[in-house]
């Protein structure tokens, strides 16, 4: 056998890393194609008038979409790749699903008024998106600029879950459908205005599931895991509206240091 050749035994890594490149890592892509694959599946279910299913399946996106990069962290298979993928991924789940569930579910009877709000909501996801992406390495890990829009997408699903559950539909109390609609039109201009404002929302990046917690931690999480299994849409809905309201809080916070100060 031929003995390799200084030039060859340079050639072999250059391929290897070349090769590693253009790979794609599986695991992290996978929990990725699933948010995808709910947020598509939330738009088919609002076309068959199936609302209940569409809200589930974006917040089934929502944990899809917060695992795959967990999952790519904790596994060291972060890629450029993935990242295009996670934010293409979270246009279609949490901008393009939750705007055309909102306005098939509550938005079309206003007409221009309700596809308007609808498109603001999804371009301002859109923004949102490119502003993370751009800004990625100069922004404050802990904090979120403007509302992320996973929370502005569980949102209006959970409006959307909680109305149901609720027996809040298209023919069953008129004088309260009529309110809700105008109440869906104003979240939905709300989420969307919230996601490209400078309002600083806690990130949650800076908590080490591979460190220590004490005893009483772990008996918060279960009993949260108990509080939505005991009535997913409200507590979901409840959660949600609190995390959209507290980027207002810490701005007032915010402004009332300055004020005394």
Not at 79 to 97: C, I, N, P
Not at 213 to 226: G, N, R, S, W
Not at 229 to 248: M, N, T
Request: glycine share 6%.
């Amino acid at each position: 056998m031929a003995e390799a050749t200084p030039r060859t035994r340079r050639r072999k890594p250059l391929l290897e890393s070349g090769l590693r490149e253009r790979s794609i890592y599986l695991l992290p892509n996978l929990f990725t194609t699933a948010a995808l694959f709910a947020g598509f599946y939330a738009i088919v279910q609002a076309m068959s008038g199936k609302f209940e299913h569409s809200a589930v399946a974006i917040f089934i996106a929502m944990v899809m979409d917060g695992l795959d990069g967990r999952v790519a962290r904790m596994t060291n298979t972060q890629s450029a790749f993935g990242a295009e993928y996670d934010s293409l991924s979270d246009m279609v789940s949490f901008g393009v699903a939750p705007a055309l569930v909102m306005y098939v579910w509550a938005l079309k009877p206003l007409g221009k008024l309700g596809w308007i709000a609808a498109f603001i909501y999804c371009a301002c996801a859109a923004l949102r998106l490119a502003r993370f992406n751009t800004k990625l390495d100069e922004s404050d890990k802990r904090y979120f600029q403007g509302l992320p829009s996973p929370a502005a997408a569980a949102l209006l699903a959970g409006l959307v879950w909680v109305s149901f559950d609720n027996d809040v539909s298209g023919g069953s109390i008129f004088f309260a459908w009529l309110q809700m609609k105008w109440l869906a039109w104003t979240i939905t201009l709300l989420a969307g205005l919230s996601m490209v404002s400078d309002l600083r929302y806690y990130s949650g990046k800076d908590i080490n599931l591979r460190s220590s917690v004490p005893f009483v931690v772990i008996l918060l999480i279960v009993l949260a895991f108990v509080l939505i299994s005991y009535s997913p849409p409200e507590v979901l809905f409840a959660v949600s509206l609190l995390y959209g309201v507290s980027g207002y809080a810490l701005w007032a916070q915010s402004k009332l240091k300055k004020n005394t100060a």
